[in-house]
C-alpha cells in the first residue's frame, strides 16, 4: 500500500512541496499511479471525472473559482473532493482559497503547495507515480556493467559470483549491486537492476570479508542503477550435461514478464570467466547491431555443403 506520506517524504524536495492543510490525513492511500487537472469538473460536468487521482489544480482553476461566491466555491470544490481522493497539489506556489483549506482540514485531505508550473508538475508527478507503482522484483545475483551491457551474474551459492564480478571491476567494468538485485519494471518495459541503500558499492568476497568497491577501485567502477540486458547462470562443469557449443539458438528467462538473453557458462579449473562474461557481453552488443556469428557460420556451412553435393553426384554419374 503506497501513501501520501511515502511520496511526500520521497519527492518533497524534488517537487518543493509544502504541506499547508490537512495533515492528518497523509496515511490516506493512492491507489492509482495518475493525476489530473479538474478543469471541467469545476463547471459541474462529472461524468468522466476519476475520484481516486490525485488532483493538481494550477492559475486557470484558481482564477475560474474567484469567479464566485463562498458557498458555491465550496460546493464545486466538495463535488470534486472525495474520501478516496489522495491528495491535492497547487501549483505555482499559488496560496490555496480558503474554502479549499477548510474543506481539506474538515476532511483530513492533504493540501499542498508547489512552485512548478501546473502542466511541469502533471508531468511530473505521473511519472513519479509511475515510477513507484512499477512491478517489481528481487533476485539473487551480482549486476555488473561491462561495455555498457547489464549483466545479471547468477549461479549457486558459492560458484564464485562476487570473485567474477571483482575480477570485471579490476579490469574497468562497473558493480550495481552484489548478492542481492532490486528489479523495476519501467514504462518502457525494461528490466532496471539496482542494489538495497544498506549494500550498495559493498561486495562480500570468502576468506577477505566485506569490501567497498567505490572505495578500492574509485567512484567509476560503480553506478546506481542499470538496465538488465544479459542474464548468465554459472554452474559446475557438469560432464553429463550438453553445453551449446554454436549458439544458434538463442535462450531465454522471464522476470516480470519480461524476456532476457541467458547464457549457461560452466566453470572448471582454468576457465577464464571474465574474459567469458566479456566476450558475451561484446557478443550481445553485435547481435543487437544485427550480427550473428553463429547465423553467419552456418550459412557458409551450408553454402559450403551445397557446392560439394553437384561434385559428388558427376563423380556418382561418371562412375
Not at 463562498?70 to 491535492?88: D, Q, W
Not at 516480470?256 to 566476450?279: F, M, N, W
Request: charged fraction near 30%; include cysteine; charge should be positive.
Amino acid at each position: 500500500m503506497y501513501t501520501v506520506q511515502e511520496f511526500y517524504d520521497n519527492h518533497k524536495k524534488e517537487l518543493s512541496l509544502a504541506l499547508e492543510a490537512g495533515g492528518e490525513g497523509l496515511d490516506r492511500r493512492i491507489r492509482k499511479p495518475e493525476a489530473h487537472r479538474p478543469g471541467l469538473s469545476l463547471t459541474g460536468e462529472m461524468r468522466r471525472f476519476e475520484t481516486a487521482r490525485l488532483i493538481i489544480i494550477g492559475r486557470h482553476e484558481l482564477d475560474f473559482l474567484r469567479k464566485f461566491d463562498t458557498l458555491t466555491c465550496k460546493t464545486r470544490l466538495s463535488e470534486i473532493l472525495t474520501p478516496l481522493t489522495p491528495a491535492v497539489i497547487v501549483a505555482r506556489g499559488r496560496i490555496p482559497p480558503k474554502e479549499l483549506v477548510e474543506l481539506c482540514e474538515k476532511q483530513q485531505l492533504p493540501l499542498f503547495r508547489s512552485p512548478e508550473r501546473a502542466t511541469k508538475l502533471l508531468s511530473r508527478v505521473a511519472f513519479l507515480l509511475l515510477e513507484e507503482f512499477a512491478p517489481t522484483t528481487t533476485l539473487h545475483g551480482t549486476l555488473v556493467e561491462i561495455f555498457g551491457v547489464g549483466v545479471l551474474i547468477q549461479g549457486d551459492s558459492s560458484v564464485g559470483k562476487s570473485e567474477a564480478a571483482l575480477g570485471l571491476i579490476e579490469k574497468g567494468h562497473r558493480l550495481i549491486s552484489d548478492d542481492v538485485v532490486k528489479v523495476k519494471k519501467n514504462e518502457h518495459f525494461q528490466l532496471v537492476g539496482s542494489g538495497p541503500e544498506i549494500t550498495r558499492h559493498l561486495m562480500e568476497i570468502r576468506g577477505i570479508g566485506i569490501v567497498n568497491v567505490a572505495h578500492l577501485y574509485g567512484a567509476v567502477c560503480v553506478r546506481p542503477n542499470k538496465v538488465i540486458d544479459l542474464v548468465v547462470k554459472l554452474e559446475e562443469w557438469d560432464s553429463q550435461h550438453f553445453y551449446d557449443r554454436v549458439g544458434l539458438e538463442q535462450k531465454y528467462i522471464d522476470f516480470l514478464d519480461t524476456s532476457i538473453p541467458y547464457h549457461l557458462v560452466p566453470l572448471k579449473p582454468g576457465r577464464d570467466i571474465v574474459l567469458l562474461l566479456e566476450t558475451i557481453a561484446l557478443n550481445h552488443r553485435l547481435r543487437e547491431m544485427g550480427y550473428n556469428s553463429a547465423r553467419e557460420f552456418n550459412a557458409k556451412l551450408i553454402e559450403a555443403i551445397s557446392k560439394r553435393e553437384p561434385k559428388r553426384l558427376r563423380r556418382r554419374i561418371a562412375k
